[in-house]
């Protein structure tokens, strides 16, 4: 089927019962968080892939991992390891892109998300996202990177029974304001179908990866999501390591020495 400019459509590739299943939207936002977050989720669990999206608006590029080419939006499937109490793991989907989808197919993207969460019959959808905040200023004049018990994050949800149930008596209310892009689609969406739409907002840099940032909504996602929490520690590290970039990005800066270096230049996230 040929599919409009703007048209969205899901393809499987591997037939999972996803039944109940947490979804992540793992589109990129303001620091990235929320591409960090499933990606996080996709390395940590060994979560396999289980189908793309596909749309003439994507762009028209093949990422080569391990030496397999891969699409610009996949889906993938997966679940923590059982306690050893036996108890069923938590089932987890995650769609995943590493680009920003023009606006003309942010809609038809949400939609096409939702009509496939719905009928998969997974139990809820979380998008990650970053709050853009103001960093006080230190002696030199620059902002301070925030240590993580700094990091704040609030929710909103699409309907009052999961505003009650996980925002309310675990987070600050995001209360007023605006939210963009896919999440913004997907709470309203949400809001429509009666389906629970879960948006947690941290604290976030926006001028490069924020993994303190996404480290704070792996901490909520295990708190008040997850039956088999996950170990968040690894972002942690990462987070010191971007620190240390971003050191070395303002040396070479005020030095004048050069090309200046990026942030993306070497993989923040697999």
Partial sequence: MTLGPDQVRIYEIKRVDVEGAIVIDGFPSVGLVSSIVANYLIDTLEMEQIGIVESPAFPTVSLIRNGNPQHPVRIYAGHPAADRTGRVADKI??????????????????????????????????????????????????????????????????????????????????????????????????????????????????????????????ETINRILLRNPLDPVPLYHEAERIEQQLLTIQRHAEKGAGERPTVASQPMYR
């Fill in 93 to 218: 989907v995650a769609f995943v892109s590493e680009f920003h989808p023009a606006p003309s197919v942010i809609h038809p993207l949400a939609t096409a998300i939702m009509d496939w969460v719905q009928e998969q019959r997974c139990g809820l959808l979380v998008s990650p996202e970053g709050l853009v905040v103001e960093r006080p200023a230190t002696a030199t004049g620059k902002g301070r990177s925030p240590a993580l018990a700094d990091v704040k994050v609030y929710g909103v949800a699409s309907t009052r029974k999961a505003r009650d149930l996980y925002i309310e008596p675990n987070m600050s209310p995001f209360n007023e304001g605006v939210i963009t892009g896919i999440a913004g689609v997907l709470l309203n969406e949400g809001r429509r179908r009666g389906f629970d739409v879960l948006t947690f907002l941290a604290e976030a840099q926006s001028d490069y990866p924020d993994a303190r940032a996404a480290a704070k909504v792996i």
